[in-house]
T-cell receptor
Framework: NAGVTQTPKFQVLKTGQSMTLQCAQD?????MSWYRQDPGMGLRLIHY???????DQGEVPNGYNVSRSTTEDFPLRLLSAAPSQTSVYFC????????????FGPGTRLLVL | TQLLEQSPQFLSIQEGENLTVYCNSS?????LQWYRQEPGEGPVLLVT?????EVKKLKRLTFQFGDARKDSSLHITAAQPGDTGLYLC??????????FGSGTQLTVLP
């Protein structure tokens, strides 16, 4: 049982490049979310999904796209990277019931030059 | 935006000392979680508190939920270097309604 996995661990991009951050979970969780973590700002929700085929925007969605074709996978796409997107990105999954545990992946550290 | 304020922002103590960190909000929590995040890893759940006045213990960690459900504290007794990490409080509900505090970065020196 791997839990939540994320790839890559590190990435350096040039401004304007695109890329996809991968996230997968093997716990059959309906809820999956993407957060970014910046110094002094905690974790902020980018996009989330309540099940396959259903996604919605979080607090800071601009510049990011998501899709959820399967229960297991929830990729995050950066369409045209900007230096402001330099951050640590975390994927999380849960059963979706209130107060349930959020299981986080190990994170992807992204630097946009 | 419902803000969660955590204090102190940074705390550095010697092994064996006690400490308390705080999480405050201007509005009532339906429930609250504490997570710990170690360097290079994602946050890991420590506890969920639901009832005003609730106290939960996890070994040397004691979590308290305020009577009015607008604040919470985490007390660590006899801190150890393994307690080092970022402690995050989270207002919880559905995934859409999670609000993270900015965290307290704790360093326990041997």
């Amino acid at each position: 049982n791997a839990g939540v996995t994320q790839t890559p661990k590190f990435q350096v991009l040039k401004t304007g490049q695109s890329m996809t951050l991968q996230c997968a979970q093997d716990m059959n969780h309906e809820y999956m979310s993407w957060y970014r973590q910046d110094p002094g700002m905690g974790l902020r929700l980018i996009h989330y999904s309540v099940g396959a085929g259903i996604t919605d925007q979080g607090e800071v969605p601009n510049g990011y796209n998501v899709s959820r074709s399967t229960t297991e996978d929830f990729p995050l796409r950066l369409l045209s990277a900007a230096p402001s997107q330099t951050s640590v990105y975390f994927c999380a999954s849960s059963s979706g019931r209130p107060q349930e545990t959020q299981y986080f992946g190990p994170g992807t550290r992204l630097l946009v030059l | 935006t419902q803000l969660l304020e955590q204090s102190p922002q940074f705390l550095s103590i010697q092994e064996g000392e006690n400490l308390t960190v705080y999480c405050n909000s201007s509005s009532v929590f339906s429930s609250l979680q504490w997570y710990r995040q170690e360097p290079g890893e994602g946050p890991v759940l420590l506890v969920t508190v639901v009832t005003g006045g609730e106290v939960k213990k996890l070994k040397r960690l004691t979590f308290q939920f305020g009577d009015a459900r607008k604040d919470s504290s985490l007390h660590i007794t006899a801190a150890q270097p393994g307690d080092t990490g970022l402690y995050l409080c989270v207002r919880c509900g559905s995934a859409r309604q999670l609000t993270f505090g900015s965290g307290t970065q704790l360093t326990v020196l041997p």
